[in-house]
C-alpha cells in the first residue's frame, strides 16, 4: 500500500515575509493520517485554521494567498506556494504550519530551505492509504493569449513555458518540462528563485507588496541584466520558477496529482482558476489509492522512491 506521509517531528524556522517585510515565525507539525496541510495563525487573540484549498485561495496578485473568515474578521496566510511545493515534492500529505504573521517566511525565495527543514524533521509514513487525484479528461482555462491546461497521465508531468522579452531572460531557456518520475524535483527545480524586475519595484510598494524583498531571496533584473552578483542558479533559472511556483499552487487541490499539466505565462492567478475548474468537473476525475504494489502506476512509484 502506498502511505500516506508526515513529518516525524516538529521544526522551526524564521525569516522576513517578501510582501510585508515582517518578522515571521514558523513552525511545521506532524499531522494525523488525512488531515492535509492546514495553516494556523497562532499570532491573534482566538486562533484560526486554514486549511489548503484552492477553493480558499483569495489574492493572487505576486502569491497565492489563503482567506477565511476569523472572529475579528478576514484572516490571511500568503506567499504559500514555495511551502506547498516543497511539501508536494517530498510526497507530505499531512502538516500543521504554524505562523504569527499572516506570511510564509520568504527565506532565500525558493522552495529548497523548506525542503530542508522538512528533510531535517524527517518523514514518516502513515497507517493510511496515500490518495491521489487522477484526471480523466482534459480541463483547460485561458485568460487572453496566457493557459493552462490539465491532460489525463499516468504520473505528475508540468510543461511551462514563459515569455519575456529581457536580454538576461535567453529565449532559448523559457521552456521546461519537470515529469516528476524522471527528474529531481529537489535537484532541478527546488532551487529556482523567485524573481522580479527593478521598474516594478515602486508600484508593488506602493500597494503593499514585495516590502521585505532583495538580493537576498529574489532574482532581481534591471533593463538589461541579473543584479544578483552570484548570477544564476540554473540556466533557465526563470522557469523553473515558474515550475516550483505551479508545483504549490496545484497542491491545493488536497491531494498529489496523476495528470500532465502544460501551460503558457501561467501565474498564480490562472494556477488557481484550472485548479477550481477541475475540482467543479467532477467527471473530469477521481480519487485513488494503490493497495497493492502491482497497482501502482510505474511513474508514480518511480517518483515516490526519489522522495522516501
Not at 515571521?24 to 484560526?48: E, K
Not at 502538516?95 to 524533521?121: K, M, N, T, Y
Request: charged share 25%.
Amino acid at each position: 500500500m502506498l502511505k500516506q506521509r508526515t513529518l516525524k517531528s516538529l521544526i522551526r524556522a524564521s525569516g522576513v515575509g517578501l510582501h510585508g517585510g515582517v518578522k515571521v515565525n514558523m513552525t511545521l507539525r506532524p499531522a494525523a493520517p488525512d488531515t492535509g496541510i492546514v495553516f494556523h495563525r497562532v499570532d491573534l487573540d482566538v486562533p484560526v485554521d486554514i486549511p489548503a484549498s484552492a477553493l480558499r485561495v483569495g489574492d493572487t496578485r505576486m502569491c497565492s494567498c489563503l482567506e477565511q473568515e476569523g472572529p475579528a474578521g478576514k484572516v490571511k496566510v500568503g506567499t504559500i506556494e514555495h511551502l506547498m511545493s516543497a511539501l508536494a515534492g517530498l510526497g507530505i500529505d499531512n502538516v500543521h504550519v504554524d505562523l504569527d504573521a499572516p506570511e510564509v517566511p520568504i527565506l532565500d525565495g525558493s522552495a529548497a530551505p523548506f525542503v530542508f527543514l522538512i528533510q531535517s524533521a524527517g518523514i514518516e509514513e502513515q497507517p493510511a492509504p496515500k490518495r491521489f487525484i487522477r484526471v480523466l479528461e482534459t480541463v483547460e482555462v485561458t485568460d487572453g493569449d496566457k493557459w493552462a491546461r490539465f491532460d489525463p497521465y499516468a504520473g505528475y508531468r508540468l510543461d511551462f513555458s514563459i515569455a519575456f522579452n529581457h536580454p538576461a531572460i535567453d529565449k532559448s531557456a523559457q521552456r521546461a518540462v519537470l515529469d516528476f518520475a524522471e527528474h529531481s524535483y529537489i535537484r532541478e527545480v527546488a532551487r529556482a528563485r523567485t524573481f522580479g524586475f527593478v521598474q516594478e519595484v515602486e508600484w508593488l510598494r506602493e500597494n503593499g507588496l514585495a516590502l521585505g524583498g532583495g538580493l537576498e531571496n529574489a532574482i532581481v533584473l534591471d533593463e538589461f541584466r541579473v543584479l544578483n552578483g552570484d548570477g544564476l542558479r540554473y540556466g533557465d533559472e526563470f522557469v523553473r520558477h515558474k515550475i516550483l511556483d505551479a508545483v504549490g499552487d496545484l497542491y491545493l487541490i488536497g491531494h498529489p496529482l496523476l495528470a500532465a499539466f502544460t501551460a503558457h505565462k501561467s501565474g498564480h492567478g490562472l494556477n488557481n482558476a484550472l485548479a477550481r475548474a477541475l475540482l467543479a468537473r467532477r467527471d473530469a476525475w477521481e480519487l485513488v489509492s494503490f493497495s497493492e504494489p502491482d497497482q501502482v502506476p510505474e511513474r508514480v512509484g518511480r517518483w515516490l522512491a526519489q522522495t522516501a
